[in-house]
């Protein structure tokens, strides 16, 4: 199985930046492609991110292309979501998650998930 553990969050203003990180239990982390999520307030989870297992093809949900960016460092065992420009909007709690290939992080049926870090914005 693989163990997905989330950090980086915390109470921000708008215009930040935060680099939210995920680290993967590391026995097989190099071939599963890997994302990251969101649930705001009251609204059901959104997918925000995806990245390929060796990292060379990303997947951005339109509501957060050109501020947020993911990468992966797959001799730490470590996904991370950096997040430009903060806004209000963002507040939500942030999911990491793997999954066999990123059209299934995509498609929001991942196999695991993390337990989530939230990220506050303040207007």
């Known amino acids: 199985q693989v163990q997905l553990v989330e950090s980086g969050g915390g109470l921000v203003q708008a215009g930040d930046s935060l680099r939210l990180s995920c680290v993967a239990s590391?026995?097989?982390?190099?071939?599963?492609?890997m994302g990251w999520f969101r649930r705001a307030p009251g609204k059901g989870r959104e997918f925000v991110a995806a990245?390929?297992?060796?990292?060379?093809?990303?997947n951005y949900a339109d509501s957060v292309k050109g501020r947020f960016t993911i990468s992966r460092d797959n001799a730490k065992n470590t996904v991370y979501l950096q997040i430009d420009s903060l806004k209000p909007g963002d507040t939500a709690v942030y999911f990491c998650a793997a999954a066999g290939s990123s059209s299934l992080i995509r498609a929001g049926i991942p196999d695991y998930w993390g337990q989530g870090t939230q990220v506050t914005v303040s207007s």
């Open positions: 590391g026995r097989t982390f190099s071939s599963y492609a």
């Open positions: 990245i390929s297992s060796n990292g060379g093809i990303t």
